[in-house]
């Protein structure tokens, strides 16, 4: 049978980071290559949070939505490379 884990955040934070696992090592090391696809503005994080953490977002006006500010790439294999960010400036952000 097939088991699938389902984690809850039981608080949200104020800039929620998120770190992808590329790499893989079993049953060699090898780099992942897959496509990754994440929107650039409302990521909402409620399904993702305990029923408990969603009351007191809601109760403090709080949000659970999130924006992407910044991407860091990783160029190269498992033993060289080099990595290049990407970030939102403010000023994209006037009308």
């Not at 049953?27 to 409620?46: C, I, Q, S, Y």
């Amino acid at each position: 049978s097939v088991a699938h884990s389902q984690p809850y955040c039981a608080s949200l934070p104020k800039v929620l980071v998120v770190n992808l696992k590329r790499f893989e090592y079993y049953p060699r090391p090898t780099k992942l290559h897959d496509r990754v696809v994440f929107p650039l503005e409302g990521l909402d994080m409620a399904p993702y949070a305990t029923r408990e953490c969603r009351a007191r977002c809601a109760a403090d006006g709080t949000s659970t939505v999130y924006d992407l500010l910044a991407v860091t790439n990783h160029f190269g294999g498992l033993t060289h490379g080099h990595y290049t960010a990407f970030v939102r400036h403010y000023v994209d952000e006037l009308p």
